[in-house]
């Protein structure tokens, strides 16, 4: 068997950049590798892949803690959310998203309401001029706040995804002045893109334009219900500026030039023009991919066309694995957490598919009698063999896969990739002529809407959908080591049937016991508690032993689309492989608590609902009343204080009560102040949650309790408000932890500086999601163990 050292190089490298978040499973699968290849490949080349290995992971490590600590200092340094004000550099291309302009600006300093920050510091910010462009010195006036991020154990560390932009503020452009317009071929491509998504916005069907504006320019413009009508079809790709995108765009562009240049004959003549063709090429490649926003996937698709075109400008003929390679190489150098990029390795692996599984299942189809057969054959096994390899990808960000998808892609490839891509791109150059722009748009708009409609009704066959479990960082070892293993089979010159058929078993069995394991852990004999970081709002998850799951509130933001149900609480059930949840808890009717619940609710199987009644009685807005109606409509029992109170909820060895509001909540008082107070025991060890309980409910709660209130943790009540956790009612808890559930952007100082001296005079250790992510308690009744997603005790 022969290997490609190149090919051990590039992926050195990219197990390297996986490793700061995944030690073990890439260390195991470098270790797998290496065994696998060991007669295969020499030994000073086993060497050179391990210190690869080892050399991007430092890389790596050192680029996510450098971000840490700017992001770090910014929060700290800001605070709350203030108005800021300085003069910065557009370090990247804008982009149109919903209604305004996305850029990012990196300032040197910023004086917010008396407050200097120095630099440098990166902003993404929202709104501005459509005429901004790289390279510009503005002067901004902002709302800024520190980089929201939701971390939490056991789901994928969004700190990757936000190091590789090194954005640490975001916010809202107030005023914004272009002090110096940006200069340089980057500028030129940017006001190039302007101008383009003006005419897309102009000309296109109002439906149709997002979709253009992702095809041409790469901007994700989508409504919610399309993107996940894309994603789940499998056509997202024909909305992505991929592969095909770049060769039938540059390379349309290289031959035209190519003709042209024949047709120059004292040029022909002198000069090989292909050669001269394949020179541009290799920059037209990726100032293109530039133009058509920068994604992974098509750095990915320009370096690789790059390299082609170089072997053809050297007259070689290009080898499909070395281009591979040197793709990987490249995108690793240039950016070290590259592997966190999703649609890079979506691109990765439909390459790879294509390249390695395609071949064989066209060859069959080419075997098929009937043209029809052998063309619907054909675009079937180029299908099958793209999509199997991102399956995985894909199961990581979606929880359910459709077969429909594969009839969609079929029918939906001609006409995006025959019709769309080639009708949209010439639109883009042909504005000097009105009418002939006008036909192509109508045109384009036509195309684009038959694959948005495509998609819509693929999404919709609920009967091809199958809910598949997100994949652990050892699924990926698993697979990985699998598909070298098979690959290493199919390579070997004796038994390569009989070796490769051992080794697709040896991955199935392997998968199923990785997965058993996961499933074992969701299945705890101890009680764990996860306060969940949700930003400014409440949401506490109990995994009682034997499996079963508690959610107490689920957070949510005031006018704001992102929705920590869908976020956070949603995947993270389905990250621990609970597909119901015996009890839902919502402490009071505030928006910052049952604001993710709505999608709970419509997504995850629920046993029962535990509500104060007060939302329903005095009101709580649309939300809460789409809350009770998707309730009612699954049939889930809603329980207020006159059927909780007084009467414990025993879980095995875990037991509920509740508190308070009991009998029941106090008309036209706060909601705060009725909120369901629970009371978790285990054994010896107890958790006392308390909404956002304030003075007179944590007085009365002391009144009629008094020592019975103690507990190990406390959940503090208002996000650590100064309106909460009096001493008084302190004494009575007696905690050793209190956790404070907000958000690093909160407007309202939470947790204020009182709270925080009130828990410091009584010896309490103050916990707080901001500071930390999750943070998890695990009981055995007699032990206390204390996790968070940052750091471990």
């Not at 390899?389 to 077969?403: G, K």
């Not at 009418?435 to 409609?453: D, F, H, I, M």
């Amino acid at each position: 068997m022969q290997v490609d050292v190149w090919l051990v190089v590039a992926f050195a490298l990219l197990l390297g950049s996986a490793a700061p978040l995944a030690p073990g499973a890439a260390l195991a699968t470098a270790v797998g590798l290496l065994f696998l290849l060991r007669r295969a490949l020499p030994f000073g080349w086993a060497l050179l892949a391990a210190a690869l290995v080892a050399a991007s992971g430092a890389r790596a490590t050192d680029c996510l803690t450098e971000f840490e600590r700017h992001r770090t200092i910014a929060r700290d340094e800001l605070g709350e959310p203030r108005r800021c004000a300085g003069e910065g550099r557009l370090v990247a291309s804008p982009v149109w998203k919903g209604d305004a302009l996305r850029s990012i600006v990196e300032f040197e300093a910023l004086d917010c309401e008396g407050e200097r920050l120095t630099g440098p510091l990166r902003v993404r910010l929202y709104g501005g001029p459509a005429e901004l462009s790289r390279g510009s010195q503005v002067f901004v006036v902002a709302q800024l706040g520190p980089l929201r991020m939701f971390r939490n154990a056991g789901l994928s560390d969004p700190t990757a995804f936000a190091a590789r932009q090194r954005v640490v503020l975001t916010g809202s452009t107030l005023n914004l002045d272009v002090v110096q317009r940006g200069k340089g071929y980057r500028a030129w491509i940017d006001r190039a893109r302007a101008f383009v998504r003006w005419r897309i916005q102009e000309t296109f069907a109002p439906e149709a334009a997002p979709l253009a504006r992702a095809l041409v320019l790469g901007e994700n413009d989508l409504s919610p219900e399309e993107d996940d009508a894309f994603r789940r079809s499998g056509l997202s790709h024909l909305l992505a500026v991929s592969g095909t995108h770049l060769v039938f765009a540059v390379v349309t562009l290289i031959a035209a030039l190519r003709a042209l240049l024949l047709r120059v004959h004292w040029l022909s003549a002198r000069v090989h023009v292909s050669r001269v063709a394949s020179v541009v090429g290799i920059a037209l490649a990726p100032a293109y991919a530039d133009f058509a926003g920068g994604s992974g996937s098509a750095w990915r698709a320009a370096w690789m066309l790059s390299l082609v075109f170089a072997a053809r400008a050297a007259e070689r003929k290009p080898n499909t694995a070395r281009v591979f390679a040197l793709t990987l190489i490249v995108g690793v150098l240039i950016d070290p957490l590259v592997c966190f990029d999703i649609s890079f390795m979506l691109s990765l692996a439909a390459t790879g598919g294509l390249v390695v599984l395609a071949p064989p299942l066209v060859r069959r189809c080419r075997q098929l009698r009937f043209a029809v057969l052998r063309y619907l054959g054909m675009s079937l096994a180029a299908t099958v063999a793209a999509m199997v390899p991102c399956a995985p990808l894909l199961a990581s960000i979606s929880p359910e896969l459709t077969l429909a998808g594969l009839v969609a892609n079929v029918v939906a490839a001609p006409i995006g990739e025959l019709a769309a891509l080639p009708v949209c791109l010439t639109h883009a150059v042909t504005a000097a002529f009105p009418r002939l722009e006008q036909g192509l748009a109508l045109v384009g708009s036509g195309a684009l809407l038959a694959v948005r409609q495509i998609a819509l009704t693929s999404a919709a066959q609920e009967y091809l959908a199958f809910r598949i479990a997100e994949p652990t960082r050892w699924h990926f070892a698993v697979l990985a080591l699998g598909a070298a293993g098979i690959l290493a089979a199919r390579a070997s010159t004796t038994g390569m049937r009989t070796r490769a058929g051992s080794w697709v078993v040896a991955l199935l069995v392997s998968l199923g016991v990785v997965e058993a394991s996961t499933r074992r852990a969701a299945a705890p004999s101890e009680l764990r508690v996860h306060m969940l970081d949700v930003g400014q709002g409440d949401a506490t998850l109990l995994e009682v032993p034997k499996g079963r799951a508690i959610l107490v509130d689920g957070g949510g933001f005031v006018g704001s689309p992102v929705d920590p149900g869908q976020r956070v609480i949603v995947p993270w059930l389905r990250a621990h492989r609970h597909e119901r949840l015996e009890i839902v808890a919502l402490s009071h009717p505030h928006p910052d608590h049952f604001g993710g619940l709505l999608s709970v609710a419509e997504q995850v199987p629920i046993g029962e609902f535990w509500d104060t009644g007060q939302g329903q009685a005095e009101g709580a807005g649309p939300v809460y009343e789409a809350l009770l109606t998707t309730l009612r409509a699954r049939g889930v029992p809603i329980l207020r204080p006159p059927r909780l109170c007084g009467k414990p909820r025993r879980l095995g060895e875990v037991t509920l009560e509740v508190l308070a509001p009991c009998p029941s909540y106090v008309p036209r008082r706060d909601a705060n102040d009725n909120s369901l107070v629970i009371k978790v025991t285990h054994g010896a060890r107890s958790f006392l949650l308390t909404g956002d309980a304030e003075l007179h409910q944590e007085h009365e709660l002391v009144a009629r309790y008094g020592p019975k209130l103690e507990a190990d943790v406390l959940k503090v009540g208002h996000h650590g408000s100064r309106t909460s956790t009096t001493p008084e009612f302190l004494a009575q808890v007696r905690p050793r932890f209190a956790t404070i559930s907000c958000g690093v952007r909160n407007r309202f100082g939470h947790p204020h500086a009182p709270t925080l001296h009130t828990l410091s005079a009584a010896s309490v250790i103050p916990l707080r999601t901001d500071r930390m992510g999750s943070i998890t308690f695990t009981s055995d009744g007699e032990r206390l163990d204390l996790y968070a997603s940052s750091y471990a005790y």
